[in-house]
């Protein structure tokens, strides 16, 4: 029997790298921090949770639904708002809010229809655990097995399409150089879209699964979004990985750091767990800006035997 | 309304300061604004606990008997006004100078950042007093609340009519004193190093202090406003000082009015609030939809904004350039130096 | 294109050029540094802003449309910087170069573009940006035939290689223009080098045509030549050493 906290860690971690993969790609590729992300996620937990209230059987078989559902979704808010603004030559500020305001629509509209559900058919749709519907596998939670392999079937996946496919490629040619790209005949556009379907596909599937272990509710995703941006900036944006190491790092901190941190200092300091990933931020910002993915740890070294700080821009 | 008003007023106006003339995005003013209000929160129930002299058995436990020893503080306050208003005064003192602290400690981890960069950490980093507030009891009687003194129980049934003047004196003030430093050369150095850092920095201006001073400055004005909404309501709890409600909602309404013009973003939070009354006051007509009614207000609110930055983002009122001196004088002055 | 006149945003940069290539001619397009050569590639190709004027391709106009558009009408593009992908593979850049191919046509493209820079081939799953100077040019000239194109702009592709590699590009590009019969405009700091091989010469200086003719017409004028291209003239007697 593997101790329960290392499971409820692994399965934390699994679900921070699965949620924040697509906020950290959607950065890379296409410079935006999208906010709306939150609301994508909330929008796969809601898919799920109609399925199993009107049709049952397990939440599992519905995360293709939440995929599709959610990447659409992120593909209408990149073509009606990305692209536009990028036409216009909007600020990265005005990009910003208008994904927060994008974001608050979503808000709006899941609010509403979890209203509608609730006063109309009597479901508990404004706070509902789906933790009962899961299944288990060798005595641990589906959950915990089924963001695991899905973490690690996704990348492997990825990694083929990036690096075997036409698209794949193209799509780290625009990355690089998407003057280049467009030179070369490559549709930017279409790889951008790409990526912002994975993205919300993603998004998807994380709020699909995220009822499975905890509490599912209209500020679903946005109750997240801050620990997201933490996962986002101390994995590092720059390399596909470092979103996953960041989702690993933050989650055994926050579960298994607290822990021990609770044996020395007492319970008390159990209820301030969601401060653990801000402290991670506000470290990594200080000693590693560029992500712990692109830390160069022999440097490391140096800095700490002959002092001082580096101070680098992202 | 006209008490919510004034308060956003402020908020909005610092969030004019900190990001249309300075250029920083600070997606976390709850931080601020929450730091105010808990400081209210804490500060004058047990100052006035002291001055009255309130009994030290309840005292023991201020968040358990928060209900019992305000109503004895406010029978006391409405004998005493003066007293009443030193409280106000002194906390709203207190207030701002946690707000600057606040400002400088979440600013500066991430101030050499690049704008999206800084906004998403402000944003992180504001969710810290929040998640204090609701785990540490002691503070502001976690997830539920405390209540405040009523600094105001002096004024009995004109206690409405006092207090929005108060507030609408104090978003006055801020006006003005804010727009004495949007025409000031202090607005200039702003803009200059929000326009162009590498030109400002050749210039001479230490770019990273004039940031950090232009957030510790917006933090003081949105903890003063967090502190002022604190005393009208009379309560403080972490559930009441949300990311939607005073980061968000601030944003919206000063894109909405304005960027870098104080008196657009007079006009956007008059009429952000004014279209929130207005659905409220219609609740009722309302009443057949199968849903909160506020929900459909931000969902509004939302596409407004969406319609805005698309087709008008400089908002409703534009940014005005910068007032220098008027060419006839500056043509005296090279006459002048040419003749030398 | 027909008195164009274009830059960036608020930037005007060039004021009322008219140029003209045809099939199997190189037009050199030369002038001091700054003068505004890269930003007439960069109009033909919707990288920068028209303000008036018009471009024509094979009888269809392109300005307006999208860079990857006008890459698939025919017209390939080197750029002075970042000429390939640095992190691809030189397979993959070839690939991506001639990304509207289908499979087959791809693989039969990149055997003839392979045939005319056989020195490639020991490089296909190396990255691009391992590559030395003289070997990465040689990738982007190849990269800008996958798509067989009839015209082809050259942004200063002998920047920084050394003579020997120099001469071969040339070789290169002159091959070309009489084998292939592709039109090829040439922009170039070396002017001598690009007036040697051109059909026709275009003098731009801070934005405006200063000439349009016959490279040994442009050579003749002392005054251009000296000013301009730091060149001694061809005609002797007047400017003593």
Redesign the interface.
């Known amino acids: 029997m593997i101790d329960p906290t290392l499971i409820d860690t692994i399965t934390y971690s699994s679900l921070l790298g699965i949620m924040t993969f697509g906020l950290s790609f959607v950065r890379r590729t296409t410079g935006v ?1 999208n ?1 709306a992300h939150a609301g994508l996620i909330t929008i796969g937990a809601y898919v799920v949770f109609t399925c199993i209230s009107f049709f049952g059987e397990s939440p599992y078989i519905y995360l293709p639904l939440a995929f599709v559902l959610s990447a659409v979704v992120a593909v209408i808010e990149y073509m009606l ?1 990305i692209e ?2 990028r036409k ?11 994904t ?6 979503m ?3 899941l ?2 229809y979890a ?2 559900l609730q ?2 058919f009597s479901l508990l749709s404004k706070n509902f655990l789906l933790k009962k519907l899961d299944f288990t596998l060798f005595d641990e939670p589906g959950i915990f097995w089924a963001s695991l392999l899905f973490l690690i079937i996704f990348l492997a996946a990825l990694y083929g399409v990036l690096n075997y496919t ?1 698209i794949g ?2 799509l ?2 625009c990355v ?2 998407p ?10 556009m279409h790889t951008n879209l790409l990526s912002w379907f994975i993205s919300g596909g993603l998004a998807g599937v994380a709020g699909g699964l995220l009822p499975l272990w905890i509490q599912g509710k209209p500020v679903l995703g ?1 109750s997240l ?3 997201m ?2 996962v986002s ?1 101390v994995g590092g944006v720059e390399e596909i990985y470092g979103t996953v190491l960041g989702g690993f790092l933050v989650g055994f901190t926050q579960i298994l750091g607290t822990s021990a941190l609770s044996i020395v200092l007492g319970p008390t300091v159990i ?2 767990k ?2 653990i ?2 402290v991670i ?2 470290l990594a ?2 000693f590693a ?1 560029s992500g712990i993915a692109k830390v160069n740890w022999n440097k490391i070294l140096t800095v700490v035997k002959f002092g001082g700080e580096p ?1 680098r ?2 | 309304m006209v008490a919510l008003f004034a308060i956003y007023l402020i908020i909005n106006l610092s969030l004019n300061l900190q ?1 249309g003339y300075a250029g920083i ?1 600070n ?1 976390g003013l709850v931080l601020a604004v929450t730091g105010g209000a808990y400081t209210v929160g804490w500060l004058p129930i047990r100052l006035c606990m002291w001055i009255f002299n309130i009994d030290s058995q309840l005292g023991a436990d201020i968040v358990k008997n928060n209900a019992l020893i305000v109503s004895q503080i406010n029978s006391n306050i409405q004998a005493q006004p003066l007293i009443g208003l030193a409280v106000f005064a002194l906390t709203l003192i207190v207030a701002v100078a946690v707000g600057s602290v606040l400002g400088f400690i979440s600013a500066y ?2 101030i ?6 800084l ?3 402000l ?6 007093l929040s ?2 507030g ?3 009891d002691p503070l502001v009687g976690g997830v539920i609340g405390i209540l405040v003194p009523d600094v105001w129980s002096w004024s009995g049934d004109s206690r409405f009519t006092v207090v929005s003047l108060v507030l609408i004196l104090a978003a006055m003030g801020t006006l003005f004193i804010l727009e004495l430093i949007a025409r000031s050369p202090i607005s200039r150095t702003f803009r200059a190093i929000r326009d162009n850092e590498v030109a400002a920095s050749a210039m001479g201006k230490n770019v990273t202090k004039v940031r950090m001073e232009a957030l510790v400055i917006g933090s003081m004005i949105c903890s003063l406003a967090g502190a002022l909404y604190a005393f009208y309501v009379c309560y403080v709890g972490p559930a009441a000082y949300g ?2 409600e005073w980061t ?1 909602l601030p ?2 309404m000063v ?1 909405f009015g304005g960027l870098g013009n104080n008196f657009g973003v007079v006009l956007g939070t008059f009429i952000f609030i004014a279209l929130e009354k207005l659905i409220v006051f219609y609740k009722y007509a309302f009443a057949f939809l ?3 009614v506020i ?2 207000e ?2 509004l ?3 407004i ?2 319609v805005i ?2 087709f008008r ?1 400089s908002g409703l009122m534009k940014e005005k350039p910068s007032q220098t001196m008027p060419e006839t004088k500056l043509e005296e002055i090279v006459r002048k130096s040419g003749k030398e | 294109m027909n008195n164009l006149n274009s830059g960036y ?1 608020k930037l005007h940069v060039l004021f009322d050029i008219n140029l003209k290539c045809n099939r199997s001619e190189i037009v050199s397009v030369i002038g001091p540094n700054g003068s505004g050569k890269t930003t007439l590639l960069n109009s033909i ?1 919707g ?1 920068a802003d028209i303000f008036s004027g018009s471009i024509t391709f094979d009888g269809g106009q392109i300005n307006g449309m ?3 558009e006008i ?2 009408a025919g017209v ?2 080197l ?1 002075q910087m ?7 593979s030189v397979k ?1 850049n070839l ?3 001639g ?2 191919l289908n499979v087959k046509e791809l693989r039969d493209t990149m055997d003839e573009v392979l045939s005319i820079f056989p020195i490639l081939e020991p490089f296909l799953s190396r990255k691009a940006g391992t590559l030395s100077g003289g070997e990465r040019q040689m990738l982007a000239i190849a ?1 800008t035939l996958m ?1 067989k194109p009839r015209l082809i702009m050259l942004d200063e592709p002998l920047a920084g290689l050394a003579p020997v590699v120099c001469q071969k590009l040339i070789e290169k590009i002159v091959d070309l223009r009489d084998r292939l019969g592709v039109g090829v405009i040439l922009v170039e700091q070396n002017a001598k080098k690009a007036l040697e091989i051109s059909n026709n010469a275009c003098l731009i200086v801070s934005g405006r045509s200063i000439f349009l003719g016959r490279p040994n017409e442009l050579l003749r004028s002392e005054e251009l030549v000296e000013l301009y291209l730091g060149l001694k003239a061809e005609r002797k007697g007047v400017w003593n050493d």
């Open positions: 921090w906010i708002i536009t603004l216009r030559k909007a600020s990265t500020t005005m990009m910003l809010i208008s927060l305001a994008f974001d608050l629509v808000l709006s509209i609010n509403i209203d509608y006063n109309t036409k490629t193209a780290r040619a690089y150089n003057t280049l790209a467009s030179i070369s005949g490559i549709n930017v946005d979004i801050a620990v941006f933490c900036i209820p301030y969601p401060l990933p801000m931020l506000v910002l200080l800006p101070k821009k992202i | 990001l995005p997606f981890p991430a050499r950042l690049r704008t999206d960069y906004a998403i950490t944003l992180a980093l504001g969710e810290v998640i204090i609701q785990n540490y990311r939607l968000f944003w919206l894109i199968p849903f909160d929900w459909l931000y969902l609110l939302g596409s904004i969406l930055l698309i983002p | 945003g190709f990288l999208l860079p990857h890459s698939r390939s593009y750029p970042n000429s390939v992908f640095a992190d691809l993959e690939k991506m170069a990304y509207i990269m798509r």
